[in-house]
């Protein structure tokens, strides 16, 4: 059983900061791309960031320049560091990592359940 649990997210004013954390455990031998997506109702999901194992990373253009994503390989825990937040930055943020599994040594994909950002005065 592998989990992914995202945590930070709350209210925050327009040009505020937020830290969010994505922390995988369970039985699991490897973690290779992680990603931050968000989700708002009526719309599709779609991507924030990723980051490689060996930290290359990716940024949609919306959050260019005002999101860093970070991870700690030892503690299977990726960040996203969100900077300048803009009220259309509001919306479930969800992590997902590709993760090798302990037991058949296969590669799967796993998604955590969103920490919700709200940004707003």
């Known amino acids: 059983q592998v989990k992914l649990v995202e945590s930070g997210g709350g209210l925050v004013q327009p040009g505020g900061s937020l830290r969010l954390s994505c922390a995988a455990s369970g039985s699991l031998l490897s973690i290779n791309n992680m990603g931050w997506y968000r989700q708002t109702p009526g719309k599709e999901r779609e991507l924030v960031a990723t980051?490689?194992?060996?930290?290359?990373?990716n940024y949609a253009d919306a959050v260019q320049g005002r999101f860093t994503v970070t991870r700690d390989n030892a503690k299977m825990t990726m960040y996203l560091q969100m900077n300048s937040l803009k009220p259309e930055d509001s919306a479930v943020y969800l992590c997902n990592a590709d993760v090798r599994l302990q037991l058949s040594f296969r590669w799967s994909t796993y998604w955590g359940q969103g920490t919700q950002v709200t940004v707003s005065s």
């Open positions: 980051i490689t194992r060996a930290g290359v990373t």
